[in-house]
Every structure is written in C-alpha cells, then in structure tokens.
Antibody, heavy 122, light 112 residues
C-alpha cells in the first residue's frame, strides 16, 4: 500500500529556508492523475495547503505563500521536496505530505504522511 | 481566518446523530466538490468523505456528507466514542487570485 514519509530538520532559524523531503513507497510518483502535495498545521490550529506538484513538474501554490515556496520532484528517487524561504515563527507547524488526486473539479488528499514538526527559532 | 467556515466545536452523546456544517462561496463549494477529513488525536488527517457524499473503502456508513449551493454538511449517526476527533472540510477554490485548495478551520467533536 502507498506510504509517504516526511524528513528534514526539526529546527530552522528565522530568515533561513525550511527544506523537507517526502519519500513515496509502495507506488510510483509518476502515476497519472496524481499530484503530490504539502499541507501544514500550526500547533493547535487548522490545516493549510501549501502547494502540489505533478511528476512532470507542473505546480499549484497557495497564493498567500507563493512568493516563498518552491516544490520540486525527483522521479528517480520517488521523492518530492518543499522549500520555504525567509521563515518566521509563524511557519512553525507540523508539515504533512500527501498524495493529491486531482482531475478538473475533483481532488482529494489520500494518503497522508505521519507529519513532521518544524520549529522556527533561534 | 479560514476560507471555509466551520463551527469550532460540536458534541453529542453515544448513539446520537451530529451534524457539522461548512460554509463557503461560489468559487469553492459552489463550483467544486467538498471533501471531509477526520483527524484523530495525535495523528495525521484521513480522508473521510470525497466528492460531497462518497465514502472511501473502510469508512463506516454512519458517516455521510451532503452539499447544497455554497454549503456542505457532515453527519455522523450512531455516535461512538472513537468518533471524537477534529473534522475538516475542504474544496478546490477557483479564485482569480490563484486557484488552490482551501480548508475549513476545523470542528472539534466531543463525545460526552
């Protein structure tokens, strides 16, 4: 069955760049109809979609984060990655990766990784 | 401030029926499907309802979804203690400022 696992530093300094990788196992990241997404959840708060990428490199980004976000894909490693620049304490959150099924008006996230907490602090 | 509006909390006793509302606009719920996610304490969210009212394999039929206009609802019948969780609605938003996925702020369901 498909599984996703986030990895990366748990602590990032303010103004630096947050970098995370999601490794997909049990299936190919190059599957058609599937994007691969990042969603975050600040402690005690709700979910916020960050962006999604197709294996070809096509992306959608949250307009409110677009200027600071880069999502890339490495099909040879079955991985996709998130970079968020100029981070502040407001970027402290649990970051989830998930498979994003998306065709026209239909889209959902399933399954999700277990999530990784990233704290922004000096 | 979430794009989709949900009540912050809901509660019920075992066996009861509870509904959670989700309000949006013409650019999201009004023109796209609605999805519901269940987040049990300390775990990642899980897809609960897709395409307004469809249940993935393994989701009990006690959970049902509906949509009307720019609003949607999640209903849980025969409430059980293991249903205590946070529930989030979601939809794609065709906003002119940039399309993307939007979530509700979440509803914490307490089983009394």
């Amino acid at each position: 069955q498909l599984q996703l696992q986030e990895s990366g530093p748990g602590l990032v300094k303010p103004s630096e760049t947050l970098s995370l990788t999601c490794t997909v196992s049990g299936g190919s990241i190059s599957s058609s109809s599937y994007y691969w997404g990042w969603i975050r959840q600040p402690p005690g708060k709700g979910l916020e979609w960050i962006g999604s990428i197709y294996y070809s490199g096509s992306t959608y980004y949250n307009p409110s984060l677009k200027s600071r976000v880069t999502i890339s894909v490495d099909t040879s490693k079955n991985q996709f990655s998130l970079k968020l620049s100029s981070v502040t304490a407001a970027d402290t959150a649990v970051y989830y990766c998930a498979r994003h099924f998306k065709i026209v008006a239909v889209d959902w996230f399933d399954p999700w990784g277990q999530g990784t907490l990233v704290t922004v602090s000096s | 401030q979430s794009v989709l509006t949900q009540p912050p909390s809901a509660s019920g006793t075992p066996g009861q029926r509870v509904t959670i509302s989700c309000s949006g606009s013409s650019s999201n719920i009004g023109s796209n499907y609605v999805y519901w996610y269940q987040q049990l304490p300390g775990t990642a969210p899980k897809l609960l309802i897709y395409r307004n009212n469809q249940r993935p394999s393994g989701v009990p039929d006690r959970f049902s979804g509906s949509k009307s206009g720019t609003s949607a609802s999640l209903a849980i019948s025969g409430l059980r203690s293991e249903d205590e969780a946070d529930y989030y609605c979601a939809a794609w938003d065709d906003s002119l400022s940039g399309p993307g996925e939007v979530f509700g702020g979440g509803t914490k369901l307490t089983v009394l």
